[in-house]
């Protein structure tokens, strides 16, 4: 029985976490959301990286979204390199001809080259 749930507790947990999507950041955790499209984040210096978690800084913050509880309006928690998801960000909200391409292979591809700029 203990592991039936513990497996089922790691299944739960598929798609938790910050995404990057054509319209913003989804930040899933388990007892809530946050959803920040890109044009509520501040162009010049949107994220700023912690050592577990982004500080976000926003120039329009009624356009961020949250549901739960745990959903700080203000950070991000991170599982990958907190100055290399900044860049991304960063890069994103500045570029918005690139949203589009988000999710795609070739896009992987770019940005995983470390073409971002």
Known sequence: MRY???????RA??????SLRPDGVLNRQILGSKFIPWDAFTPDF??????QSLAARYERPELVRTRGIGARR??????????????VIHEYV??????????????????????AS
Do not use: K, M
């Open 46 to 51: 949107p994220v700023s990286p912690g050592s």
């Open 13 to 18: 947990g598929d798609g938790y976490g910050v």
């Open 74 to 87: 203000d950070t991000l928690p991170v599982a990958v390199d907190p100055a290399y998801l900044t860049q």
């Open 94 to 115: 500045n570029h918005p001809d690139r949203r589009a391409a988000i999710g795609s292979e070739s896009e992987r591809h770019r940005v995983a080259a470390g073409a």
């Open 4 to 10: 039936r749930l513990a497996a089922q507790w790691c």
